[in-house]
Protein backbone atom coordinates (compact mmCIF):
# COMPACT_ATOMS: atom_id res chain seq x y z
CA UNK A 1 0.00 0.00 0.00
CA UNK A 2 3.10 2.60 1.16
CA UNK A 3 4.46 2.72 -1.95
CA UNK A 4 5.18 5.57 -4.78
CA UNK A 5 3.80 3.39 -7.67
CA UNK A 6 0.13 2.29 -5.74
CA UNK A 7 -0.04 6.42 -4.00
CA UNK A 8 0.21 7.59 -7.67
CA UNK A 9 -2.43 5.09 -8.74
CA UNK A 10 -4.77 6.46 -5.88
CA UNK A 11 -4.31 10.19 -7.27
CA UNK A 12 -4.74 9.19 -10.69
CA UNK A 13 -8.11 6.82 -9.81
CA UNK A 14 -8.46 9.69 -7.83
CA UNK A 15 -8.97 12.15 -10.66
CA UNK A 16 -12.31 11.78 -12.23
CA UNK A 17 -14.63 11.76 -9.60
CA UNK A 18 -12.73 15.03 -8.38
CA UNK A 19 -13.33 16.94 -11.41
CA UNK A 20 -17.15 15.95 -11.67
CA UNK A 21 -17.31 16.53 -7.24
CA UNK A 22 -16.53 19.81 -8.26
CA UNK A 23 -19.37 20.63 -10.47
CA UNK A 24 -21.10 18.63 -8.24
CA UNK A 25 -20.33 20.69 -4.89
CA UNK A 26 -22.04 23.34 -6.48
CA UNK A 27 -24.89 22.07 -7.08
CA UNK A 28 -25.73 20.62 -3.89
CA UNK A 29 -24.40 23.82 -2.04
CA UNK A 30 -27.93 25.56 -3.95
CA UNK A 31 -30.16 22.50 -2.07
CA UNK A 32 -30.13 20.96 -5.11
CA UNK A 33 -29.05 17.55 -7.08
CA UNK A 34 -27.18 16.07 -9.93
CA UNK A 35 -27.60 12.75 -11.08
CA UNK A 36 -27.22 13.15 -14.94
CA UNK A 37 -23.20 13.24 -14.40
CA UNK A 38 -22.80 9.60 -15.73
CA UNK A 39 -24.84 10.37 -19.18
CA UNK A 40 -22.83 13.44 -20.27
CA UNK A 41 -19.62 12.06 -19.41
CA UNK A 42 -20.94 9.53 -22.32
CA UNK A 43 -21.86 12.08 -23.90
CA UNK A 44 -18.81 14.49 -23.92
CA UNK A 45 -15.81 11.19 -24.86
CA UNK A 46 -17.72 10.07 -27.22
CA UNK A 47 -18.16 12.99 -28.74
CA UNK A 48 -14.61 14.19 -28.79
CA UNK A 49 -12.85 10.55 -29.25
CA UNK A 50 -15.28 11.16 -32.65
CA UNK A 51 -13.39 14.58 -33.61
CA UNK A 52 -9.70 13.55 -32.17
CA UNK A 53 -7.53 11.23 -34.14
CA UNK A 54 -9.08 7.62 -34.01
CA UNK A 55 -9.46 4.07 -35.56
CA UNK A 56 -12.21 4.96 -37.16
CA UNK A 57 -9.93 8.11 -39.05
CA UNK A 58 -13.11 9.61 -39.71
CA UNK A 59 -12.42 13.50 -38.15
CA UNK A 60 -9.85 14.98 -36.30
CA UNK A 61 -10.06 18.50 -34.89
CA UNK A 62 -7.05 18.54 -32.88
CA UNK A 63 -7.18 20.15 -29.59
CA UNK A 64 -10.78 21.63 -30.80
CA UNK A 65 -12.01 18.42 -29.70
CA UNK A 66 -11.52 18.90 -25.65
CA UNK A 67 -13.40 22.31 -26.42
CA UNK A 68 -16.51 20.12 -27.85
CA UNK A 69 -16.66 17.62 -25.25
CA UNK A 70 -16.47 19.96 -22.81
CA UNK A 71 -19.35 22.25 -24.34
CA UNK A 72 -21.05 19.03 -25.06
CA UNK A 73 -21.47 18.85 -21.33
CA UNK A 74 -22.17 22.53 -20.13
CA UNK A 75 -24.88 22.56 -22.75
CA UNK A 76 -27.03 19.54 -21.38
CA UNK A 77 -26.09 20.98 -18.13
CA UNK A 78 -26.99 24.69 -19.05
CA UNK A 79 -30.44 22.96 -20.99
CA UNK A 80 -31.24 20.80 -17.42
CA UNK A 81 -30.79 24.57 -15.72
CA UNK A 82 -33.28 25.87 -17.60
CA UNK A 83 -35.75 23.36 -17.52
CA UNK A 84 -35.48 23.55 -13.53
CA UNK A 85 -35.58 27.09 -13.32
CA UNK A 86 -38.02 28.04 -15.89
CA UNK A 87 -40.72 24.97 -16.10
CA UNK A 88 -39.97 24.21 -12.20
CA UNK A 89 -39.39 20.81 -12.88
CA UNK A 90 -37.28 19.21 -9.53
CA UNK A 91 -33.81 18.73 -10.15
CA UNK A 92 -33.56 15.30 -9.50
CA UNK A 93 -36.12 14.34 -12.25
CA UNK A 94 -34.28 16.85 -14.61
CA UNK A 95 -31.31 15.65 -14.10
CA UNK A 96 -32.60 11.54 -14.16
CA UNK A 97 -33.60 12.90 -17.93
CA UNK A 98 -30.92 14.07 -18.78
CA UNK A 99 -28.91 11.03 -17.55
CA UNK A 100 -30.39 9.18 -19.87
CA UNK A 101 -30.54 12.02 -22.95
CA UNK A 102 -26.63 12.09 -22.28
CA UNK A 103 -26.48 8.05 -22.85
CA UNK A 104 -28.61 7.99 -25.78
CA UNK A 105 -26.61 10.96 -27.66
CA UNK A 106 -23.38 8.84 -26.76
CA UNK A 107 -25.14 5.58 -27.71
CA UNK A 108 -26.35 7.03 -31.14
CA UNK A 109 -22.51 8.62 -31.69
CA UNK A 110 -21.13 5.10 -30.92
CA UNK A 111 -23.62 3.44 -33.55
CA UNK A 112 -22.81 0.29 -35.15
CA UNK A 113 -19.44 0.32 -36.48
CA UNK A 114 -16.12 -0.69 -34.98
CA UNK A 115 -15.29 0.66 -31.16
CA UNK A 116 -13.40 3.99 -32.07
CA UNK A 117 -10.02 3.77 -30.33
CA UNK A 118 -7.02 6.06 -29.98
CA UNK A 119 -3.74 5.45 -31.64
CA UNK A 120 -0.84 4.20 -28.90
CA UNK A 121 1.31 7.10 -27.38
CA UNK A 122 0.44 10.47 -27.35
CA UNK A 123 -2.70 11.52 -25.86
CA UNK A 124 -3.72 7.61 -24.71
CA UNK A 125 -0.72 7.96 -22.33
CA UNK A 126 -1.09 11.28 -21.17
CA UNK A 127 -3.03 10.71 -18.01
CA UNK A 128 -0.51 8.40 -16.42
CA UNK A 129 2.34 10.57 -17.56
CA UNK A 130 4.46 11.81 -13.98
CA UNK A 131 5.42 15.38 -14.07
CA UNK A 132 6.78 16.60 -10.91
CA UNK A 133 6.42 13.20 -9.50
CA UNK A 134 2.31 13.56 -9.72
CA UNK A 135 0.16 11.70 -13.09
CA UNK A 136 -0.93 14.91 -14.65
CA UNK A 137 -4.49 13.17 -14.44
CA UNK A 138 -4.01 14.60 -10.64
CA UNK A 139 -2.77 17.57 -11.82
CA UNK A 140 -5.94 18.90 -14.16
CA UNK A 141 -7.99 17.60 -11.26
CA UNK A 142 -6.05 19.75 -8.82
CA UNK A 143 -6.51 22.57 -11.54
CA UNK A 144 -10.22 21.76 -11.24
CA UNK A 145 -10.24 21.78 -7.58
CA UNK A 146 -8.32 25.32 -7.45
CA UNK A 147 -10.72 26.76 -10.14
CA UNK A 148 -13.63 26.10 -8.15
CA UNK A 149 -12.49 27.06 -4.40
CA UNK A 150 -11.55 30.30 -6.18
CA UNK A 151 -15.50 30.18 -7.30
CA UNK A 152 -16.80 29.72 -3.81
CA UNK A 153 -14.72 31.54 -2.34
CA UNK A 154 -13.94 34.74 -4.14
CA UNK A 155 -16.40 35.37 -6.85
CA UNK A 156 -20.03 36.42 -6.54
CA UNK A 157 -21.37 33.72 -8.41
CA UNK A 158 -19.74 31.44 -5.66
CA UNK A 159 -21.50 33.82 -2.67
CA UNK A 160 -24.88 34.04 -4.61
CA UNK A 161 -24.29 29.32 -4.44
CA UNK A 162 -24.23 29.69 -0.80
CA UNK A 163 -26.93 32.26 -0.01
CA UNK A 164 -29.50 30.25 -2.84
CA UNK A 165 -28.90 26.96 -0.38
CA UNK A 166 -29.29 28.92 2.82
CA UNK A 167 -32.35 30.55 1.80
CA UNK A 168 -33.85 31.32 -1.86
CA UNK A 169 -36.39 33.19 -1.11
CA UNK A 170 -34.10 35.22 0.80
CA UNK A 171 -31.23 35.29 -1.64
CA UNK A 172 -34.22 36.48 -4.05
CA UNK A 173 -35.70 39.31 -1.85
CA UNK A 174 -32.12 40.28 -1.53
CA UNK A 175 -32.00 41.08 -5.41
CA UNK A 176 -30.14 37.92 -6.17
CA UNK A 177 -31.16 36.17 -9.79
CA UNK A 178 -31.78 32.52 -8.51
CA UNK A 179 -32.73 31.59 -11.96
CA UNK A 180 -29.44 33.10 -13.86
CA UNK A 181 -27.31 31.47 -10.84
CA UNK A 182 -28.34 28.24 -10.71
CA UNK A 183 -28.43 28.06 -15.13
CA UNK A 184 -25.16 29.02 -14.79
CA UNK A 185 -23.89 26.38 -11.96
CA UNK A 186 -25.62 23.54 -13.51
CA UNK A 187 -23.37 24.54 -16.78
CA UNK A 188 -20.12 24.69 -15.03
CA UNK A 189 -21.23 21.34 -13.70
CA UNK A 190 -21.96 20.19 -17.09
CA UNK A 191 -18.74 21.37 -18.26
CA UNK A 192 -17.29 19.62 -15.20
CA UNK A 193 -18.62 16.33 -15.85
CA UNK A 194 -17.71 16.68 -19.89
CA UNK A 195 -14.13 17.37 -18.68
CA UNK A 196 -14.46 13.79 -16.75
CA UNK A 197 -15.95 12.54 -19.48
CA UNK A 198 -12.65 13.04 -21.52
CA UNK A 199 -10.32 12.30 -19.35
CA UNK A 200 -12.29 8.60 -18.41
CA UNK A 201 -12.46 8.16 -22.34
CA UNK A 202 -7.94 8.98 -22.76
CA UNK A 203 -7.57 6.64 -19.57
CA UNK A 204 -9.84 4.03 -21.34
CA UNK A 205 -8.36 4.43 -25.05
CA UNK A 206 -11.47 3.72 -26.72
CA UNK A 207 -14.88 5.60 -27.16
CA UNK A 208 -18.00 3.90 -24.68
CA UNK A 209 -21.38 5.59 -23.83
CA UNK A 210 -21.05 4.07 -20.50
CA UNK A 211 -17.34 5.37 -19.58
CA UNK A 212 -18.76 7.35 -16.87
CA UNK A 213 -20.15 4.12 -15.31
CA UNK A 214 -20.31 4.21 -11.47
CA UNK A 215 -19.33 7.40 -11.16
CA UNK A 216 -22.42 9.00 -9.86
CA UNK A 217 -21.89 7.07 -6.41
CA UNK A 218 -18.39 7.89 -5.49
CA UNK A 219 -19.03 11.56 -6.56
CA UNK A 220 -22.26 12.17 -4.15
CA UNK A 221 -20.92 9.92 -1.40
CA UNK A 222 -17.57 12.24 -1.53
CA UNK A 223 -19.55 14.76 -1.20
CA UNK A 224 -21.78 14.35 1.53
CA UNK A 225 -18.87 12.06 3.51
CA UNK A 226 -16.70 15.35 2.81
CA UNK A 227 -19.35 17.87 5.06
CA UNK A 228 -21.31 20.06 2.43
CA UNK A 229 -24.96 19.67 3.44
CA UNK A 230 -27.58 18.49 1.53
CA UNK A 231 -29.77 21.10 2.15
CA UNK A 232 -27.50 23.33 0.70
CA UNK A 233 -25.53 26.53 2.19
CA UNK A 234 -22.62 24.80 3.62
CA UNK A 235 -19.75 22.87 2.54
CA UNK A 236 -16.78 23.62 -0.24
CA UNK A 237 -15.17 21.72 -3.07
CA UNK A 238 -12.03 21.14 -0.71
CA UNK A 239 -14.30 19.23 1.73
CA UNK A 240 -15.38 16.89 -1.25
CA UNK A 241 -11.76 16.75 -2.36
CA UNK A 242 -11.08 14.85 1.37
CA UNK A 243 -13.67 12.50 0.76
CA UNK A 244 -12.82 11.59 -2.80
CA UNK A 245 -9.51 10.68 -1.42
CA UNK A 246 -10.91 8.89 1.77
CA UNK A 247 -13.60 6.62 -0.50
CA UNK A 248 -10.48 6.49 -3.01
CA UNK A 249 -7.95 5.11 -0.95
CA UNK A 250 -10.44 2.69 0.64
CA UNK A 251 -11.17 0.59 -2.56
CA UNK A 252 -7.90 1.08 -3.13
CA UNK A 253 -6.83 -0.75 0.22
CA UNK A 254 -9.85 -3.30 -0.27
CA UNK A 255 -8.58 -4.20 -3.44
CA UNK A 256 -5.23 -4.55 -2.42
CA UNK A 257 -6.79 -6.71 0.29
CA UNK A 258 -8.17 -9.42 -1.58
CA UNK A 259 -11.53 -8.50 -1.07
CA UNK A 260 -14.17 -9.10 -3.49
CA UNK A 261 -15.96 -6.65 -5.40
CA UNK A 262 -19.24 -7.61 -3.84
CA UNK A 263 -18.00 -7.14 -0.56
CA UNK A 264 -16.61 -3.12 -1.53
CA UNK A 265 -19.66 -2.24 -3.22
CA UNK A 266 -21.59 -2.92 -0.02
CA UNK A 267 -19.09 -0.97 2.22
CA UNK A 268 -19.67 2.11 -0.08
CA UNK A 269 -22.84 1.45 0.38
CA UNK A 270 -22.71 1.67 3.92
CA UNK A 271 -20.38 4.67 4.42
CA UNK A 272 -22.86 6.72 1.94
CA UNK A 273 -25.68 5.68 4.24
CA UNK A 274 -23.96 6.46 7.88
CA UNK A 275 -22.20 9.21 6.34
CA UNK A 276 -25.76 10.86 5.25
CA UNK A 277 -27.64 9.98 8.15
CA UNK A 278 -24.61 11.91 10.46
CA UNK A 279 -25.05 15.04 8.08
CA UNK A 280 -29.01 15.17 8.12
CA UNK A 281 -29.03 14.14 11.12
CA UNK A 282 -28.99 17.56 12.91
CA UNK A 283 -31.65 18.87 10.33
CA UNK A 284 -33.97 15.85 11.03
CA UNK A 285 -36.95 17.75 12.28
CA UNK A 286 -36.20 20.35 9.34
CA UNK A 287 -36.29 17.76 6.31
CA UNK A 288 -38.98 16.19 8.68
CA UNK A 289 -41.26 19.21 8.00
CA UNK A 290 -40.32 19.80 4.36
CA UNK A 291 -41.46 15.99 3.89
Not at 20 to 36: E, F, K, P, R
Request: glycine fraction near 14%.
Amino acid sequence: FLTIDNIRTILDQSATPLIVGVGATLIILMGSIDLSVEGLMGAAGMAFILTTENSRGSLDLGVASFAIGIAVGAVLGMLAGLIHTRLKVPTFIVTIGFWFIGLGIATVLFGTDSIPLLPDGGLKTWPNTVFLGLPFSFWLAGLIVALGWVITRYTKLGRFTYAIGNNEEVARSNGVSVSRIKVFVFAFAGACSGLAGILATLRLGAGSPTVGGGILFVTVAAVVIGGTSLSGGKGGVLRTMLGVMILTVLNNGLILSGVSSSIQSGVSGAILIVAIIVAAWPLRSRLRITK
